[in-house]
């Protein structure tokens, strides 16, 4: 699959280079720094993707790019959370590649371009609740991925075959980002608008309070390797699933590898 990459000079996008390419994608990364990405990824990868230049800002330069270089799908992980009193740009860059990706998907006149979107794990379900797990935590610490969730869930499946990866904690499995000789075959499990294998606290057991004293330790609990999020990503592209669409997915590192 043709896939267009928004965000490869952070933590998971650069990871998503080489999952990408051993998955058997062909991959075009649209960013604002080449210097950053040499600095970040084994030279040898280079000549392997394409390299656009670009702000994830710009709908119109993201729509040339999708173009120009014939892509099916796109992974958005680009931008991060800033302070509350600076722009916010998730919901930019949301509104931008979700804008191009439909606007390319009418005029080709085909199936709807499939797109996998970053979200953080407070847009799942608090299990035992009806409430999302954003509620039980500080607005501005959620704030800037509700908005991606506003952009994002008033699109028709018609328009757009998007999914939202709901994260929380990744960390990085190994330093250095170099190809990949075969897929690492993620060990993540992965539910449907709840964190999957989810478990409490002695804090929840707290009278009125508990709820939120025990989303830190519950959500730390859910921390995920880099690598394995970006092989998931690059797999079900791959497979062309469909399972995933129109929801937001929470994932887990499985227990025996998260020692």
């Known amino acids: 699959m043709r896939v267009l990459l928004l965000g490869a000079t952070g933590n998971l996008g650069s990871r998503l ?4 390419l051993v998955h058997k994608h062909t991959v075009t990364i649209y960013i604002r720094s080449i210097s950053k990405l040499h600095k970040l990824i084994s030279p040898s990868l280079i000549p392997l993707i394409t390299i656009v230049i670009g702000d994830a800002t710009d709908s119109v330069g993201i729509k040339k790019a999708i173009l120009d270089h014939d892509c099916e799908a796109i992974c958005d992980v680009a931008g991060n ?3 509350p ?9 949301a509104k931008a590649v979700t804008d191009a990706a439909v606007a390319v998907g009418e005029e080709r006149g085909e199936q709807p371009m499939r797109i996998w979107l970053i979200g953080g794990i407070g847009l799942c379900r608090y299990p035992g609740t009806d409430n999302l797990i954003q509620d039980y935590m500080p607005k501005p610490g959620i704030i800037q991925h509700q908005e ?3 952009v994002v869930t008033p699109i028709s499946l018609s328009k757009l075959r998007w999914s939202l990866l709901c994260v929380g904690m990744m960390v990085p499995a190994r330093p250095k ?6 897929p690492r075959r993620h060990k993540l499990l992965l539910k449907d608008g709840e964190p999957p294998a989810w ?3 002695y804090l929840r057991r707290v009278p009125l309070i508990g709820d939120y004293l025990n989303v ?5 609990n859910h921390t995920t390797e880099l690598e394995d999020v970006a092989d998931f990503l690059a797999e079900d592209l791959e497979l062309g699933s469909t399972e995933w669409l129109g929801k937001s997915v929470g994932l887990k590192q499985k227990e025996t590898d998260a020692a």
């Open 85 to 93: 009193w600076r722009e916010h740009l998730l919901e930019k860059i």
């Open 199 to 201: 478990k409490d606290s």
């Open 81 to 83: 959370q800033v302070l």
């Open 17 to 20: 280079i080489p999952a990408l």
């Open 177 to 182: 980002i170099e190809p990949l000789s075969a």
């Open 148 to 150: 991606t969730l506003n």
């Open 216 to 220: 830190v330790p519950a959500i730390l």
